[in-house]
């Protein structure tokens, strides 16, 4: 079984600051890696996810993140951040093997850019 | 606009009703999902369907059925509703054609009093 774990559940910065959103995850197998998120009262829409090739993978809006195979993470980064970045933020995994494309998701972290 | 409409967006309903929530995606793709979303709880699975024809139970099935209707349709159906099951509920579909990522709906918002 996958679970994943957003090791902060809040994350208040000032704006034009740097911020990483942490993940770490608990796999049996080979996974897939997203990151999604969802502003106020809207769905969930991707900012980026890690199939396969290079570790770094960058997103919209700036966003990045680097798959960690040994650490088990997938830590989101963004250099320097605006009051619109201000939303909700969910790492989710799936099975690669697996053909039912299920995501597991983490708890949410939610991401406060002050002025 | 290519992606998945859910209905409807709110919803209030005593406990022991029951009631239908709809979704529908035009982008062909093979499977669909239904999670709910609590407060720190993130999203949970509650059915998918991983192709036309065939569904399975997620993390918390239970007070719930779904319906593969087509390729197009999935339904979520909470036969007699509680409390419990104030939520706002998400609908997505994934294929080959976004990387296996997921498209959403706009949500559900449900309230069971």
């Known amino acids: 079984a996958q679970s994943v774990t957003q090791l902060d559940s809040q994350v208040p910065v000032f704006e034009e600051a740097p911020v990483e959103l942490r993940c770490n995850y608990s796999?049996?197998?080979?996974?897939?890696l997203f990151w999604y998120v969802q502003y106020p009262n809207q769905g969930l829409q991707l900012l980026l996810k890690y199939l396969s090739g290079s570790t770094l993978v960058k997103g919209i809006n700036g966003f990045e993140a680097e798959f960690n195979k040994s650490q088990t993470s997938f830590h989101l980064r963004k250099p320097s951040v605006h009051i619109s970045d201000t939303a909700e933020y969910f790492c989710?995994?799936?099975?690669?093997?697996?053909?039912?494309?299920?995501?597991?998701f983490g708890q949410g972290t939610t991401l406060q850019v002050k002025p | 606009n290519a992606g998945v409409t859910q209905t409807p967006k709110f919803q209030v309903l005593k406990t022991g009703q029951s009631m239908t929530l709809q979704c529908a995606q035009d982008?062909?793709?093979?499977?669909m999902y239904w999670y709910r979303q609590d407060p720190g709880m993130g999203l949970r699975l509650i059915y998918y369907?991983?192709?036309?024809?065939?569904?399975d139970k997620g993390e918390v099935p239970n007070g719930y059925n779904v319906s593969r209707l087509n390729k197009r349709e999935f339904s979520l159906r909470l036969e007699s509703a509680a409390p419990s099951q104030t939520s706002v509920y998400f609908c997505a579909s994934s294929g080959r054609d976004r990387g296996y990522s997921y498209t959403f709906g706009s949500g559900t918002r449900l309230t069971v009093v």
């Open positions: 989710a995994v799936s099975d690669r093997a697996g053909n039912t494309g299920k995501l597991i």
């Open positions: 796999s049996s197998v080979s996974v897939y």
């Open positions: 369907s991983a192709s036309e024809g065939t569904t």
């Open positions: 982008m062909n793709h093979n499977s």
